[in-house]
């Protein structure tokens, strides 16, 4: 059974820093591609961050240079620093698993930046 723990969410003013982390089981960690997905009220689903297995990774144009995506394969975990947060970052975060021939994703964590 696949499941994800994903923590890290919260309330932060702008300009601060949060860290999510989603711990995942139920299928073999290591042969996924992680990553983020987020989705704000009335918008569509934004892919924020993706880590292959080996480490490379991608990110959105609009959280470039301002969050990291990291991987720790023996804690069969990823992670999503996010620092120098805007409002419109805020989003329910989605941790996601992704292979050539399934995906998953996790229940989501709140961000609300706001003053």
């Known amino acids: 059974q696949v499941q994800f723990v994903e923590s890290g969410g919260g309330l932060v003013q702008p300009g601060g820093s949060l860290r999510l982390s989603c711990l995942a089981s139920?299928?073999?960690?290591?042969?996924?591609?992680m990553g983020w997905v987020r989705q704000a009220p009335g918008k569509q689903r934004e892919l924020v961050a993706l880590?292959?297995?080996?480490?490379?990774?991608n990110y959105a144009g609009s959280v470039k240079g301002r969050f990291t995506i990291s991987r720790d394969n023996a804690k069969n975990t990823v992670y999503l620093q996010m620092n120098s947060l805007k409002p419109e970052d805020t989003a329910v975060y989605y941790c996601?698993?992704?292979?050539?021939?399934?995906?998953?994703w996790g229940q989501g964590t709140q961000v609300t930046v706001s003053s």
């Open positions: 880590i292959t297995n080996g480490g490379t990774t």
């Open positions: 996601i698993a992704v292979s050539i021939r399934s995906n998953y």
């Open positions: 139920g299928f073999v960690f290591s042969a996924y591609r």
